[in-house]
Each structure stands twice: as C-alpha cells, then as structure tokens.
C-alpha cells in the first residue's frame, strides 16, 4: 500500500524508519518531512494543515493510509475531512475525529471528561479573560505550588508552574490580559498541584479495543536538573522502572478502561493514539493531561522496542479489529537525548551545518529539525536532533545515547547531560 506520514519531527522519522520496513509498504511519504526522512521516503512540501493539497496529493497518488504524526491537523479535524468526502473516505487516517482531538486541544474539555467519567485528575477550576478578578481570587484560596495551564494548543509549553502566590498573579495576568499563548490562552485552568513522578502511558485504539505500548518519561525542562524553561522535550527514558505491574494494572482500570469506554459513551469516533500523561502520586495514578498522538521524544524510546509490524497494527483500527493484532515489545531499556539549537526553546539560529551523522550500531539518530542546504545538512529548528541507545540496563542503553550525543557538532549545539539520572538514583 502507499502511505503518507504527515509531521516534520523526531517523531515522523521514526514513524518513516518503521513503516519503510514493512513487507506491506509499496510507496512512502511524507509531508513535510526533514532531512533523515529524504534518505527513505519521498518528502512533499506540504503544510500539515493544508487539507485541500493533501487531499489532492493523497488522490493522484492514490495513499491508502494517512498517518498524522502532529497534533494541529488533528485537532483543526483531518480525519473528519477526509470522512466526509466521498473520494476520500476510504483513505484510512490514523488519528483521532475532531471531537476525539479535544481532548488535547481543550485542557478543560479533558478536564471535564475526566471529570463525567470518574477519572483521577488534580482539583481544577477555569478562567476566561472576563473571569481575570475571579481567577485571581481562585489563586490566593488555594495553596501553592499553583499549575496554571493555557486551554489550547501551545507547543508543548502552555504549562506554567509557580512556587509563589505572586508569581502565579503575574502569570495569570500575562496568559489571560496580555495573551501570552495567544489564543491558546483565551482561557486557563488552574489545577491543584500532584506532588510525585511523572511518567506517559501511550495506547492505540481502534474505538473499541486498545493495545498499551510501552511507558516513557520525559524531561521537559532545558536545563539541567529539571530547571529553566519549557520545551518540547530533552530526552525519554523506556521501560519506567516504578511503573511496576501492580502500579500499571491501576492505570489500566481507572484511566485507560474508562477513557476508551467514555468515548465510546459520548460517540466520539477515536482510532489512533492516545498519550496519556500522569503522576504517579504514592503509588496512585492521576491523569495530568490526554494528548492525541505520540510523544516527541517518547516515539523515539518506544516504538524502536515495539517489534510488530506497524502496518498491520493501523490497518486494524479501520476495522475494529485491533483485538486481532498481537503487539510485541523487546525486553530491553531506550534512552533518548535530544540536541538542540542554542537559545532554544526561545530564539536560536538556523542554518548551522551539521556534522557526525554516521550510522552506528550503539546508537539511532532521528532527525527533527534538520533541512538540506547546498549537500549539506544543516539545522532547521529548535530541536535538532534525538539519540537513541538501548541496552539491557538504563546505564547502558544511556551511555550508547550519550555516545551519539558526543559524536555530532554544529555551532552552538546544546544537550542536557542529566537524562535518566534520576531514575538511576531510584534504581
């Protein structure tokens, strides 16, 4: 079959790697793509957000299966656009309906949902600009550390969490007066704060039946130590060793169970990917977030241990037949780190040649923010690059990452050297 992969990122290359391996893969795309997926698939310059051109591509290149790596064309409706035309309906999109990606493009909606189906999450409540005063007043009756979150979508860095009562004020002010996520703010929630270890679940769900890949933590901070700014991601560690069989099995019956059934309750047409984020707060799971696609870095910890065929797998979820599919995971531990352009996640520079990019066997090397310039390869966003080492043990599989980490330069590089440490002082 011929398929498109929509997304630019670390995430689509691994995607891209995947499917290209597939007995059942004829021809194979991707829009926009980077520079590592040029070297095994075809890349097409197309937004991922502009239905209409990919639509007409899907058709004179006669695509089977759309997989939507991004969540901006999930949640602008991708999968109902192409549902409700009759040339394209049976074009298989693997992602989620419009009402299904509310779950990430509406941190109250979620919220809310949890909320209708007896879901653990954090105490919350939600602001508008017109609410400001009534949002100020909601602050200073709770006690702190206060989470404060924009509503929409905003790159991953729409979380705001403040030690004082003072610096959650001007916070609140500056998300809701002065727009600070643009419209991604237009409303806030503010939740109770969950005092324990974050990890991500991921799920694939036909609607009905679901399969659980592999957990993964993340380290969202740029610096060192979880401190400084937001980012999209700076590294993932896969297996998390505290989400033990007794602790998973919780997950299961209170999150994941209830999630698929609540969509189904509300005839939310949902066939993709959920990633759910939680704390696991003593011992306990509590829902900090839904999102509606795979994690950037966490692809790049967990699909490289799924071993299934993929295709398969999301050739299922049209059918309602993913109870049929048999999902096998390498007993091994990932540890990813991601190299990015200095000044991220504020401003940096483009254009910086490249150089290390040789294949190895101790590490993988997915490409995100890279383009191709004059033979050469150069850097073309914020997150550059992410390195992927397995091993048996998490020391190991880090030092293969850290070792593809110190292999590759261009000026004003940046990576954190801390991944995984804090799981190797739990160990």
């Given at each position: ?174 998300m809701l007066k002065d727009a600070k996520f643009g419209d ?31 957990e993964a933590k993340d380290y969202k901070r740029i610096g ?204």
């Open positions: 079959m011929n398929i498109l992969v929509i997304g630019s990122g670390g995430r689509e290359h691994v995607f891209t790697e995947r499917l290209h391996k597939s007995p059942k893969c004829d021809k194979l795309f991707v829009a926009p793509g980077n520079a590592g997926t040029s070297t095994i698939a075809e890349n097409i310059d197309l937004k991922p957000t502009d239905f209409e051109g990919i639509a007409n591509f899907c058709q004179s290149e006669k695509i089977d299966m759309v997989i939507v790596g991004p969540e901006a064309p999930l949640v602008e409706g991708i999968a109902d656009y192409f549902n409700a035309k009759e040339e394209l309906k049976d074009i298989h999109v693997v992602g989620p309906s419009k009402a299904g990606a509310e779950l990430e493009g509406s941190k109250d909606f979620s919220k809310a949902f949890m909320q209708r189906h007896s879901i653990p999450t954090a105490a919350y409540a939600t602001f508008t600009k017109d609410q400001l005063d009534e949002g100020l007043k909601y602050l200073r009756s709770i006690i702190g550390p206060y989470v404060l979150k924009a509503d929409g979508l905003a790159a991953g860095k729409g979380v705001i969490i403040c030690e004082t009562l003072e610096q959650a004020e001007k916070s609140l002010i500056e991604a703010s237009s409303k806030v929630v503010i939740e109770e704060f969950l005092k324990g270890i974050e990890l991500s679940v991921f799920v694939l769900t036909d609607g009905e039946n679901y399969k659980i890949l592999p060192e130590g979880d401190t400084g700014l937001n980012t999209g991601g700076m590294g993932a560690i896969s297996p998390v060793h505290f989400a033990n069989k007794s602790f998973m099995d919780k997950v299961e019956s209170k999150i994941i169970k209830p999630t698929i059934d609540g969509l189904a309750k509300e005839q939310i047409d949902y066939k993709g990917f959920i990633f759910i984020g939680l704390m696991n707060v003593g011992g306990e799971p509590y829902v900090i977030e839904y999102n509606v696609r795979m994690g950037d870095p966490e692809t790049q910890v967990v699909l490289p241990r799924v071993t299934s065929d993929l295709v398969p797998l999301f050739e299922s979820l049209k059918s309602k037949s993913l109870n049929k599919q048999k999902l096998v995971v390498e007993d091994n531990i990932a540890a990813t780190v991601v190299l990015v352009a200095g000044g991220y996640p504020e401003a940096y520079k483009k254009g910086n040649s490249i150089s290390g990019l040789k294949a190895s066997d101790n590490y993988t090397i997915y490409q995100a923010g890279t383009a191709r310039q004059d033979g050469k390869i150069v850097t073309a966003g914020g997150r550059v690059l992410a390195i992927t080492g397995k091993g048996s043990h998490l020391q190991e599989a880090l030092n293969k990452a850290y070792e593809g980490a110190n292999s590759v330069c261009w000026d004003d590089i940046y990576y954190r050297k801390d991944i995984g440490q804090d799981l190797l002082a739990l160990s």
